[in-house]
């Protein structure tokens, strides 16, 4: 079936989707630019996965993904903080800048830091917007954007590793592995 190959991704765009805000009449145009950027980051990730015809790397970027919106959005159920603006409860940590620096890393830790540079810069440029629009405090930003990393430097591996050093840390006995591919 040809179709089923494209069941993951619409998976994605529609929880992206979801995680995105409505737009309302009174949103500044940072905000939106923020909001766009994102989406866009994540998306860029996913589509990197594509033009690199790296199978691992999507299925990686779909756990980082999923990890990283499953954590962002219990800690947000959980905690309870209220907006600066005072529109909700759900300030802590900012899903938006969690979903922005999960693609960021997502690229950094599989391609590469040279390829991350510009998604980290549009990022940061979230996690402002978010401030800005008095949507989070510094916070709620940082808090997001260590979520954001923290999923993707831990279920994703790099895409050219030669080596690969792993630690054992049994009860009984402590080991170091060390792994060079020629």
Do not use: C, W
């Amino acid at each position: 079936m040809q179709h089923k190959k494209y069941v993951p991704a619409l998976l994605l765009a529609s929880s992206l989707v979801i995680a995105a805000p409505s737009y309302a009449e009174n949103t500044s145009s940072i905000e939106r630019a923020g909001d766009i950027v994102a989406l866009t980051i994540p998306a860029l990730a996913y589509g990197s996965t594509y033009y690199m015809n790296d199978r691992e790397g999507r299925q990686q970027f779909y756990q980082s993904f999923a990890a990283n919106l499953a954590v962002t959005y219990a800690v947000k159920s959980t905690v309870n903080k209220d907006r600066p603006d005072g529109s909700d409860n759900d300030s802590f940590p900012s899903g938006h800048t969690s979903l922005a620096f999960q693609g960021a890393s997502f690229i950094h830790k599989r391609y590469g830091l040279e390829y991350s540079i510009p998604a980290y810069v549009g990022a940061t440029f979230v996690g402002y917007s978010r401030v800005k629009a008095d949507k989070h405090d510094m916070a709620d930003v940082l808090a997001g954007a260590a979520l954001g990393v923290a999923s993707s430097m831990y279920l994703t591996k790099s895409y050219n590793d030669q080596l690969i050093i792993t630690t054992n840390l049994a009860p009984d006995s402590y080991g170091l592995s060390v792994h060079y591919q020629f």
